[in-house]
């Protein structure tokens, strides 16, 4: 008999995810933006080459689940100055685990490794901010340039 896994995520339209956008650009963006003293990351992007690999990895490894962290590159970033401070997510692959008590929890998933225990995660995306260039006019980039001229 095999485990019945959570799932937690469901498609959306448009109408949802400009919805979560417009929300998220007033009530985070723009005060991250004036913080930094530079426009904050909006969105990130990976190719789906690069996402299969890494879910292919994750469920190698026995993950059923992947959970999304938020999180600021430090200030001083010697691999790309151009995202210092600014906002990613990193990927990490779970597995559920029900404890003896019954409780039922989405654990991060961490493999044996001759340095240790590693967890299994994935980051380093192409930001937007600064990375739209060169990807046509979209409405992400208008919001960008928009916001450009008022922080």
Same mark, same amino acid.
């Given at each position: 008999?095999?485990?019945?896994?959570?799932? #937690?995520?469901? /498609?959306?339209?448009? $109408?949802?995810?400009?919805?979560?956008?417009?929300?998220? =650009?007033?009530?985070?963006?723009?005060?991250?933006? %004036?913080?930094?003293? $530079?426009?904050?990351?909006?969105?990130?992007?990976?190719?789906? %080459? @690069?996402?299969?690999?890494?879910? @292919?990895?994750?469920? #190698?490894? &026995? #993950?059923?689940?992947?959970?999304?962290? /938020?999180?600021?590159?430090?200030?001083?970033?010697?691999?790309?100055?151009?995202? %210092? &401070?600014?906002? +990613?997510?990193? /990927?990490?692959?779970? =597995?559920?685990?029900?404890?003896?008590? &019954?409780?039922? @929890?989405?654990?991060?998933?961490?493999?044996?490794?001759? $340095? &240790?225990? %590693?967890?299994?995660? /994935?980051?380093?995306?192409?930001?937007?901010?600064?990375?739209?260039?060169?990807?046509? +006019?979209?409405?992400? =980039?208008?919001?960008?340039?928009? @916001?450009?001229?008022?922080?």
């Amino acid at each position: 008999m095999s485990a019945i896994i959570m799932k #937690a995520g469901q /498609f959306v339209n448009n $109408k949802h995810v400009t919805m979560l956008r417009n929300n998220y =650009q007033e009530n985070r963006w723009k005060a991250n933006s %004036e913080r930094l003293g $530079k426009m904050d990351s909006l969105s990130i992007w990976y190719s789906l %080459e @690069e996402l299969k690999q890494y879910i @292919e990895t994750a469920e #190698a490894a &026995g #993950a059923d689940g992947i959970r999304l962290y /938020f999180g600021v590159y430090p200030s001083s970033l010697p691999e790309n100055i151009l995202l %210092e &401070g600014r906002q +990613t997510v990193v /990927f990490v692959a779970t =597995q559920q685990k029900t404890s003896e008590t &019954g409780k039922t @929890e989405n654990k991060d998933l961490y493999v044996s490794t001759p $340095k &240790g225990p %590693e967890v299994i995660a /994935f980051n380093w995306a192409l930001p937007c901010p600064p990375g739209c260039i060169g990807q046509g +006019t979209t409405t992400q =980039q208008q919001i960008v340039q928009k @916001e450009a001229i008022t922080i």
